[in-house]
Structure formats: C-alpha cells, structure tokens
C-alpha cells in the first residue's frame, strides 16, 4: 500500500458485513450509497469490492474489437492501457469508498478481484453477509443467476434494486429539516412476503425486526400463490419502500429483477439459511 | 474755539432699566430667530420659498453672530410644514450587478420594502425546498428522468439484445465500451472468449463474430453520439419543469408584495427582473447551486467579485440608503420638521456625495450595492443642508462636487481615489439619484467676496445672500427684545436668570463690544460665554440670579486672564523703558494712540511721536520714517501725506514751501498702520515748524483730512482707557486727558474707573472736530485765524509757523543768489 493511500480498517471477522461492487460510475455510486446507508442501520460493516474484469483483458487480444468512447469515438484496445486504467479506477474507487463509509460512519474494507463482475462479488460472501445489486447494465437473466448463487450457494442476502428503481426510499437519508417544518411526506412500509410457509414465518420475523431496526413501518403481505407480477402490484398497492422476501420463494432466474422493476422499490432477497438463523439480527 | 471736556454722562450710556417689566428673564418668553435682522430674514424666506435652479444662499456674517442657530430655528419653522421626502433605496439591477438601480419610494416605504424582500426571501428558503422535495415534483422529475435514462438504456439493451443473439456481448471499458464475442454455453456461459478459444472456432464462425463486431461498435458510436442531443433535451425539459414550479412558486409569493409595492413604473420593473431573476436562479434556494456561480451575470460575461458571493441572496436585498419613516423626529444630526435639515460638519466630497464601501475577501476589495452609503446631499434632498463654507472650501474636491451636483441637480457617487486615479479597485457605477434641495453655506463676509470675483459658478448657484447685521439700534424696545434674547440664552444655556440689573449690565458689554453707545452687537458666542462665566460666579455665590455684581466680576475676570501683554505694556511704560511723558511740555513731541491686538485680546498704547522740521529745498517733503524703513502700511502712509496737503494750503499758499520734515513713531519695532495717529503727527509736525511746546498731558486719537477736519476712528475706547491705565498708575494730576475726534463721542463706553475720574475733575476727555481746537488744546495758544491782511493772528501758533516758513524761503532765495569768488551762482 503506498504512503498515501488511506488506511483500510478491516472488518471485523465475525461482523455481518455489507458487500457491494465499487466501481467509478454512477449506477455503482448509487449502490454504494445505498450499502452505506444499509451497513449504518444494521450496524454491519462496508465490503467493497473492485473487479478487474477479465472480460475486458481477453477481447483486448481480440484484434478487431475496439472501445468506443463515450463521445462515439471508436479507438483500438491497447491491454496495458486498459489495465492501468482499472487501478486507477480501483484507486478512485477506494477513496469513494473511504469517503461514503466516513460519512455514514461503519468500519469498511476494500479489496481488488479479478474474475467477472458478479461472480467476483458472490465468491467472496458467507452466510451472514449481504450482497448489494444495482440491475444497470446487466441482462436479467445475468442478475437471476447471481441472486441464485449469493442466496443458495453462498447462502447470503441479497438486495436488488432493479435498474429505474428509486433508491431513497429504503434507508433513506435525513429528511431536510425546512421539509419537515411544511409538509410531513408519508412514509413507505416495509413489506415482508408470507408465502404461507415456515420460511414465510421467518421471513416476517426478521422483517419486523428489521423495520425496527431502520425505522421504517412494517406490512405483512400473505401472498400465497402470489405470481411476481402480483407481489409488484401488491407492493406497489401498499406503496412499499422496500420488499423482503424468501429468495427461495422466487422461481426464475428473472423473476429477482422482475419483482424489483414490477414494485418499483428495492427486494431484499434472504439466503436460504435465514429462516433457520430467527428473526434476530445481530 | 475753545474745546470743552465731555461731561461723564457722555461717556457711558447705561441701560434704562425703568421700561423693564420683569423681575428676572425667567420671566420672558424666547425671542423669536432673527429679530431684528430683517434683512436676513427677507433673504431667507425669498431664497426658501422660491423653487428654482441656483437660488441657494450663502449665509454672510461675523462668525460669533450665531447664524447657525438663528437659521436653524427658521429653517425648522418652515420645514415643520413641508412635505416630507421620499426614500431612496439601491437594489441590484440583475442584468449589469455593478450598476445598481435607485428606487424612489414613497416616504417611510423603504423599510417596508427591505423586510418584504427579506421575507419574500425567507419564505422562498422553505417553500422552495418543499416544493422541490415534494413527491409531486419529484415524480414528476423522476419521470423526465426515467425517460431520458430508459431512452439510453433502451438503446443499449436493443443493442446488447442484438449482440446477445450475434453471440455477442456489451462491456463496459474503464473509458467507454466494447463489443466483444462471448462463449454461448457451457460453465463459461456469458464469458469473453479468449483468443485461443475463438482462434479455434471454424474460420466462418469467426468471420461472421468479426463482422458482426465491426457492424454494431459503428452501431454502438452511432449512439453515443446521439447521447448529447438527448442529454441536452433532458436538461431543457427539467429545465422547464423547474421554471414552471418556481415560476408558480414566485409569483405566489410575490403577490401581495407587488400589491403593496406598485407605487412606480422603476419598482414595478424592479420587481418584474426580481421575478425572473428568482425563477433563473431558484437552485439558490434549494441549495444547490455553488454560489460562485452567482458571480456569472446573465449576460454569461464575469461580473465584479462581489461580496454576494458570500450570501448569494444578498442580491435581493434593499439598501436604503435614506429613509424618512422617522422624518419627523429630532435626532442625530436632523434638527426636525417634515422636509429634513442636515448640518453637514464634516464636508469631505465622501461625506457629501456618498461613497461605495468595499470589503477584504480573499485578498480582494469587492463591493455590491449594499455597501453603497448615503452622503449628506442624499440625506438632505428634499430639504435643507446646511455647510460651512470655509471648511467646504478646504477639503480636496468638495466644493467642485458641490457644484456639480447643483449644477447637474443630481447627485453621483465619486471616489476620491478613483477621481484622482490613485487606486483601480473594481468598484460601482450606481444610478444618479435627481436632486432637489436647498444648500445653505455659512461664512465670514471676505469668503463671499472671494467666491464672488474668483468663482464663476458661484453667482450662478448661489443666487441669495443673506447678510446678517453685526449690530442692532440701541432703543428702548430693542432693549427689551434684547433682554429677551438673554431670556432664551440663559434657558437654552441652563443658566440662571439675570435679574433687571444684570440684562442692563449685559447689554451695556454688548454696546461696548459693538464699540458704540448706541449699537448693540449681535454677536452671540462672545455673550453666551459671559453669561457661562457670569452663571459660574453667582453659583459659587449660591445667588439664584445673575446681577450686574456678577457680570462685572464676570469681565474682570475675562480681562484678567487675557492681561498679561496689556500689564507688560503698562510696565514698559511706567518704568521708563518705553518713554512716555505724561506730565511737562515739549516741542514736536505728542502722546499718539494705537490698539494692539492680539487674538481675542485688544488694548489700547500711547505711542510718542515725534516730528523734527528745517528748511527745505523748495518744496514741502515731509518724510515718513515708517514709510522709509518699511513699518508703515499704505493706509498710514495716506495720512501723512494728507498732512502734507494740509501745510501746503495752511502756509503761505502763494510762495514756494521750503521744509522738510521727518515723523516717527519713537519706540516702534512692530508695524504702523492706520490713519489714527495723522492728528497727532500734524500736531506734531505744527508743534515742531511754530517751535510751541506741545502739553504731555494729552493724547490725541483721530484722523485727518486736508482742511484739517478731524475725523472718527476705531477703537477709542481702548485708546481712552490705555493713556488713563498710565497716567493713573503715575499719579493723576488733573492736567491729563485724551483729545478724540466729536464723531468717535457716540462710541464711548468707558470703564466705570475712568468716567468716574472723570466726574471728579481728574481726567479729561476732549471732543475734537478740527485740528485748529487741537492746537488750541495742546498748545494753550490759540490756533489762530488769517485776518483780512492775510496774515494769521499775531501771537498764534499759525503766526509763527507761518513766520517761520517765511524765514525758511527767505533763506531759501538768499542761497539761491549767492555768488562764488568768479561772479557765478553757487
């Protein structure tokens, strides 16, 4: 680490933790604020974790791919160059990280991976952990897969927030305090999916527990043989601020994203393990 | 011809305090400003009440005469019923921030219209937010959002869905993207394919992926190209959307204001750009906006760094600079009534005209509007200002920003710096504010002359003089309103009342000081010290009143403390080391009277002059040794010559004059000047040619003329009360006195030690009207008069300085024919 880099606080090993892929856009910085936010309330620690990937350093081989700028301008990949330009994005990516998790005030952790994005992220969670996901630029099917790997494989949470998903309205920032003198904005539910099973039980659990914990107000949906398309409207109906359901209730690889964009909030998705852990969060 | 001595009574004309109807002055009412000085106070009402370009006064008259007050009281009387003026405010014109706008607002609006802005402020920092935070909006921007953001998504994802089915994939690069071939089965699902793997694939396959590559990167730049146009289009329709909210918002908010403030075309405008201004910049209030971008005008040119820069919304503040909601108190420096009276003490050209403030920020001096302050012009519009002239004219660039502001009836704000070029600080151009007052300057008479001849623009402004009378008549009823004056002085002053004694004691010192028994002064700062001084010492005696006892003891008091060059004269005298004879006869030799001042103190000297005469060289020269040494002034000068004038038409008018004479002040180191002593000096000139000794007695005060008229003078009774402190401190002998022209009688107010000497016969003071009775009196011969045989009197002093000027051209013809040992005339 050279001199000037900041100081990384490891995360406590036992420590829940809140992972989520750092990176220099805007989609990623709206994750990570949404991580921190989530990390503050829970008291979890912040994981972030840059990707090299390499994708981009095998179609750099490819003689005739080429990068197209963002002004449209179409130049040849030079693999040298595209790897320095990943460190310094990773080193940007660290000091974002710094800054938000000082602002938010949790312990955080950075690391630099190399593999595919998603995978890279879900290789690194464990039971306790959760995974956040921005649905921007990838394919739903793409984001299916993950979800199932973090919630099933890995056995960790995930919350998705699909992509035109609006982001303030879970674990949302201070309201200003001129708004709240003149008009008093109505506050969306936490809206945990009894699917009509054990699981269902548990799920409901630890969501009371945790709209407590993030003082949001809580709302139990019995929603058994609901399809995806019936929880959104259902969520969108109790004007849900964000949705926590069993990922093992969700039956695609698509129906993640589906649930998030038809609900119009962020899913919080629990690993397969949860409903055997109780509604306790530590 | 012989002259009798002045009976006492003449020479001291005491106040008659029989027509006095009051026991104390506390019992009369104030004198109303300016009786007496009808002059001025025809002045004053022609030069208020007309209302034209130029007639402004200049206010002329001794500086102790209270002009200030007098004008003031006046002033105040008619202002009372005048119109009170409008306020005046700067405000921010929005287009062009270094040129501020001036609002005129209806009087005692100004303030109003600051709290209304600051409110309309403060009301904006909250409903703004709200506004812009409210779920309606934010839907409702969310969605313009959305949609710009599902365009360019909608793009990628039909691009990525094409790529997907080319076998295809989209990637994001550090600094764009990339379209690369990825593996469509197997554990690497999704994955790019590594160049051996897609080296190993049939030579179509790879064909085809290249292709397909090649095709849809064109693609790919094709929409990022696009991407400005559509960025463009969403700012503009969020744009918009805030422009429609906070337009709605603005108007809102401004309702009742603009009601309330649409009094002028210039404010309704102001508060139209407000408007806008509020719409374009309403980020401001949401807190969002960097305020150095504040420092960008509307016209995208970089305005003046401006202290706004530290609040922005300081840009919607009013500064008024004079507001007349409390018009109608007296306080500070305005004296009251409707229409304002400004006393400007300090006329520096800032002071008068205003100035633009500046402040450090960041090692630069900025400014805005706000700290743009109101010079006296600007306090005074509508009204009266009132300037003392003489320190007008000696502050650098006043008066020429004076006149400029008359002339061009508008007041600009100048910098002294700027005007001098000595700084280059970025400062303001502010609006003219239209000026409409009357401008008041108070000085000495000389000043007025001065501006008069030196000062072109003079004449044309200041088109009314208003000359204050140094003096008023002394008669009974002017005696009463004089006592009145007292009456107002000694309420005004806090000082105890005078009693009858005490206001006749006090105008007898005000007769004295306008040196005439039948004037009073109207000085009033020399009084009004006086009675101060005179308060203190019936205090100290616990009296409840002030009585001539006080007041005497008051100017004993004041002489004592300014005494000491008057006893050092007295003692050079008495002891001999200035020779003055008081008692003897001499020839060629008087007692001539001067006034030393010095300061506040003045008092009179006996002088010896001396006058020496022989025969001459066919003509009368007589030489002035002042003149010569350059110790005489012109006007003493004058005087001898005039004597001159006098001796060539007394003697022998008919033969050639044969005498040369000298004159000098004996034991005078100082400067001569004045026509006095040109009495004196013709005695002694006769004493000297008829070779008559001169009575050292006497001394003479008065002027002369070529008929030998004696003529007043100044100063007489100083001159009295200098030659009786000496020959008083010698001893009075009863042959002493002072000869004074017959005019100077109606100026005696002599000290009550001398008339009293006088009374007992002890001292004597002669009224003189021609030097022929001076003679007389001097010489105790009779003068004499040419009889019908043309020649003068036998016996008489003429006679023989007639006889003596004869033998001086006998003489003068005898060595004209005298003969050398050759025959030839020497």
């Given amino acids: 680490m050279a001199a000037h880099d900041p100081v990384v606080k490891p995360v406590n090993a036992v420590q829940r933790r809140v992972i989520v892929g750092i990176d220099t856009d805007r989609a990623a910085r709206?994750?990570?604020?949404?991580?921190?936010?989530?990390?503050?309330?829970?008291?979890?620690?912040?994981?972030?974790?840059?990707?090299?990937?390499?994708n981009l350093l095998s179609l750099s081989a490819l003689p005739f791919v080429r990068e197209v700028s963002l002004s449209g301008a179409v130049a040849e990949i030079d693999k040298a160059a595209l790897l320095r330009a990943m460190q310094a994005q990773a080193q940007i990516a660290k000091r974002i990280l710094q800054r938000v998790a000082s602002e938010?005030?949790?312990?955080?952790?950075?690391?630099?991976?190399?593999?595919?994005?998603?995978?890279?992220?879900?290789?690194?969670?464990?039971?306790?952990?959760?995974?956040?996901?921005?649905?921007?630029?990838?394919?739903?099917?793409?984001?299916?897969?993950?979800?199932?790997?973090?919630?099933?494989?890995?056995?960790?949470?995930?919350?998705?927030?699909?992509?035109?998903?609006?982001?303030?309205?879970?674990?949302?920032?201070?309201?200003?305090?001129?708004?709240?003198?003149?008009?008093?904005?109505?506050?969306?539910?936490?809206?945990?999916?009894?699917?009509?099973?054990?699981?269902?039980?548990?799920?409901?659990?630890?969501?009371?527990?945790?709209?407590?914990?993030?003082?949001?107000?809580?709302?139990?949906?019995?929603?058994?043989?609901?399809?995806?398309?019936?929880?959104?409207?259902?969520?969108?109906?109790?004007?849900?601020?964000?949705?926590?359901?069993?990922?093992?209730?969700?039956?695609?690889?698509?129906?993640?994203?589906?649930?998030?964009?038809?609900?119009?909030?962020?899913?919080?998705?629990?690993?397969?393990?949860?409903?055997?852990?109780?509604?306790?969060?530590? | 011809m012989a002259v009798d001595p002045l009976s006492a009574e003449l020479l001291y004309r005491a106040c008659d305090t029989g027509p006095f109807e009051f026991e104390t002055t506390a019992e009369l009412e104030d004198l109303p400003g300016l009786a007496g000085q009808d002059r001025v106070l025809d002045a004053l009402r022609f030069g208020t009440g007309i209302r034209r370009h130029g007639y402004n006064l200049f206010v002329l008259g001794p500086d102790a005469v209270g002009q200030h007050e007098a004008v003031s009281r006046f002033l105040a009387d008619i202002a009372g019923r005048e119109r009170v003026p409008c306020d005046w405010a700067y405000v921010m014109r929005f287009a062009a921030p270094h040129r501020p706008i001036m609002l005129e607002l209806a009087a005692g609006s100004g303030a109003a219209l600051k709290e209304a802005m600051a409110q309309l402020v403060t009301e904006l920092k909250v409903t703004v937010p709200a506004v812009l935070e409210s779920e309606d909006y934010q839907n409702r921007a969310q969605m313009i959002a959305e949609e710009f953001r599902?365009?360019?998504?909608?793009?990628?994802?039909?691009?990525?869905?094409?790529?997907?089915?080319?076998?295809?994939?989209?990637?994001?690069?550090?600094?764009?993207?990339?379209?690369?071939?990825?593996?469509?089965?197997?554990?690497?699902?999704?994955?790019?394919?590594?160049?051996?793997v897609f080296n190993a694939l049939p030579e179509v396959e790879r064909k085809r992926l290249?292709?397909?590559?090649?095709?849809?990167?064109?693609?790919?730049?094709?929409?990022?190209?696009?991407?400005?146009?559509?960025?463009?289009?969403?700012?503009?329709?969020?744009?918009?959307?805030?422009?429609?909210?906070?337009t709605r918002l603005v108007e809102r908010a401004m309702r009742d204001l603009r009601k309330r403030f649409d009094t002028s075309a210039s404010l309704r405008d102001w508060l139209n750009a407000v408007a806008r201004d509020l719409v374009e910049n309403i980020a401001l209030f949401a807190g969002t906006v960097p305020t150095q971008q504040m420092q960008i005008g509307a016209s995208g040119q970089i305005a003046p760094m401006q202290f706004g820069a530290v609040d922005p919304f300081r840009r919607y503040e009013v500064n008024v600079i004079v507001g007349n909601a409390q018009a109608k108190q007296t306080k500070g420096d305005f004296i009251g009534g409707g229409a304002p009276i400004i006393?400007?003490?300090?006329?520096?050209?800032?002071?008068?005209?205003?100035?633009?403030?500046?402040?450090?920020?960041?090692?630069?001096?900025?400014?805005?509007?706000?700290?743009?302050?109101?010079?006296?012009?600007?306090?005074?519009?509508?009204?009266?200002?009132?300037?003392?002239?003489?320190?007008?004219?000696?502050?650098?660039?006043?008066?020429?920003?004076?006149?400029?502001?008359?002339?061009?009836?508008?007041?600009?704000?100048?910098?002294?710096?700027?005007?001098?070029?000595?700084?280059?600080?970025?400062?303001?151009?502010?609006?003219?504010?239209?000026?409409d007052v009357k401008v008041l300057l108070f000085g000495e008479r000389h000043l007025y002359y001065i501006l008069s001849n030196a000062d072109p623009e003079f004449g044309e402004l200041f088109k009314v003089a208003a000359d204050f009378d140094d003096v008023l008549d002394r008669e009974p009823e002017n005696d009463l309103l004089y006592a009145r004056f007292l009456a107002g002085l000694c309420r005004s002053e806090d000082l105890l009342?005078?009693?009858?004694?005490?206001?006749?004691?006090?105008?007898?010192?005000?007769?004295?000081?306008?040196?005439?028994?039948?004037?009073?002064?109207?000085?009033?700062?020399?009084?009004?010290?006086?009675?101060?001084?005179?308060?203190?010492?019936?205090?100290?005696?616990?009296?409840?009143?002030?009585?001539?006892?006080?007041?005497?003891?008051?100017?004993?008091?004041?002489?004592?403390r300014a005494d000491r060059m008057r006893e050092s004269s007295l003692e050079l005298i008495t002891r001999d080391i200035i020779t003055i004879d008081t008692e003897g006869d001499c020839v060629?030799?008087?007692?001539?009277?001067?006034?030393?001042?010095?300061?506040?103190?003045s008092f009179g000297r006996p002088s010896r002059i001396t006058a020496r005469v022989r025969m001459g060289l066919g003509s009368a020269r007589v030489l002035d040794i002042e003149r010569e040494v350059d110790l005489g002034g012109p006007i003493h000068s004058k005087g001898v010559l005039i004597l001159s004038g006098y001796l060539s038409a007394t003697f022998l008018p008919e033969i050639p004059f044969s005498m040369s004479a000298s004159l000098v002040f004996e034991q005078s180191y100082g400067g001569v000047d004045g026509d006095s002593a040109s009495s004196a000096e013709l005695y002694a000139l006769i004493s000297a040619l008829a070779e008559v000794?001169?009575?050292?007695?006497?001394?003479?005060?008065?002027?002369?003329?070529?008929?030998?008229?004696?003529?007043?003078?100044?100063?007489?009774?100083?001159?009295?009360?200098?030659?009786?402190?000496?020959?008083?401190?010698?001893g009075l002998t009863g042959e002493q006195g002072v000869l004074i022209p017959a005019a100077n009688v109606k100026h005696l107010m002599l000290r009550q030690d001398v008339v009293d000497a006088v009374e007992r016969g002890v001292f004597a003071i002669y009224p003189v009207e021609t030097i022929e009775e001076g003679v007389e009196l001097l010489m105790g011969v009779p003068a004499g008069t040419r009889g019908t045989d043309g020649t003068f009197s036998a016996g008489s002093v003429y006679a023989k300085a007639e006889a003596r000027l004869a033998a001086f051209a006998d003489n003068q013809r005898r060595f004209a024919q005298r003969v050398d040992d050759n025959g030839k005339r020497k």
């Fill in chain 2, 693 to 730: 000794p001169v009575a050292q007695g006497f001394a003479v005060t008065g002027s002369v003329d070529q008929l030998g008229q004696v003529q007043a003078i100044g100063g007489v009774n100083d001159k009295i009360e200098g030659f009786f402190d000496i020959c008083m401190r010698r």
């Fill in chain 2, 588 to 601: 060629g030799q008087v007692n001539g009277l001067s006034v030393l001042s010095m300061g506040a103190v």
């Fill in chain 2, 210 to 246: 290249e292709a397909a590559t090649i095709a849809l990167q064109k693609e790919l730049a094709d929409t990022l190209e696009r991407m400005p146009a559509w960025e463009k289009d969403h700012r503009q329709r969020m744009q918009a959307l805030v422009s429609e909210a906070a």
């Fill in chain 1, 104 to 282: 938010a005030n949790v312990d955080w952790s950075f690391r630099v991976a190399r593999g595919t994005r998603l995978r890279s992220l879900v290789e690194d969670a464990v039971q306790s952990d959760t995974l956040i996901l921005r649905g921007q630029n990838i394919s739903r099917h793409e984001l299916g897969r993950t979800v199932r790997a973090a919630t099933q494989d890995a056995r960790a949470d995930v919350l998705l927030a699909a992509r035109g998903v609006v982001l303030n309205s879970a674990f949302a920032a201070e309201t200003p305090q001129p708004l709240n003198r003149v008009m008093k904005m109505p506050e969306r539910p936490l809206l945990a999916i009894d699917e009509g099973s054990s699981r269902g039980e548990a799920c409901v659990g630890f969501s009371q527990s945790l709209a407590g914990r993030i003082a949001m107000p809580f709302k139990r949906l019995f929603a058994r043989g609901f399809s995806v398309s019936d929880l959104g409207i259902a969520a969108r109906k109790a004007h849900a601020g964000l949705i926590v359901v069993n990922a093992g209730s969700l039956k695609d690889d698509d129906d993640a994203a589906r649930l998030s964009v038809a609900a119009g909030c962020p899913v919080l998705l629990l690993g397969s393990e949860r409903a055997t852990l109780g509604p306790e969060i530590r």
């Fill in chain 2, 497 to 560: 009342p005078l009693d009858k004694s005490g206001v006749a004691r006090v105008t007898e010192r005000a007769s004295r000081l306008a040196e005439d028994a039948e004037k009073i002064t109207t000085a009033m700062r020399p009084v009004a010290d006086l009675l101060r001084e005179a308060d203190y010492i019936a205090r100290i005696k616990s009296s409840t009143v002030m009585t001539a006892f006080h007041i005497d003891a008051a100017v004993e008091a004041q002489i004592a």
């Fill in chain 2, 343 to 435: 006393y400007e003490d300090h006329p520096t050209l800032q002071n008068l005209v205003g100035r633009v403030e500046h402040v450090p920020q960041m090692g630069a001096l900025v400014t805005d509007f706000t700290l743009i302050k109101a010079g006296s012009l600007h306090r005074a519009n509508g009204g009266y200002l009132l300037i003392d002239a003489l320190k007008l004219l000696r502050e650098p660039l006043a008066w020429e920003a004076l006149k400029r502001a008359l002339r061009r009836r508008k007041i600009i704000i100048e910098s002294p710096g700027e005007f001098m070029s000595l700084v280059s600080t970025v400062t303001l151009e502010p609006d003219a504010v239209p000026l």
């Fill in chain 1, 30 to 54: 709206e994750a990570l604020a949404l991580a921190a936010r989530m990390a503050a309330r829970v008291d979890a620690g912040l994981s972030g974790v840059f990707v090299e990937d390499e």
């Fill in chain 2, 150 to 196: 599902e365009k360019q998504e909608q793009a990628f994802d039909d691009l990525r869905a094409r790529a997907e089915d080319e076998g295809l994939a989209l990637l994001r690069t550090p600094s764009g993207f990339a379209l690369a071939p990825v593996a469509g089965e197997g554990a690497n699902k999704g994955e790019v394919l590594k160049p051996e």
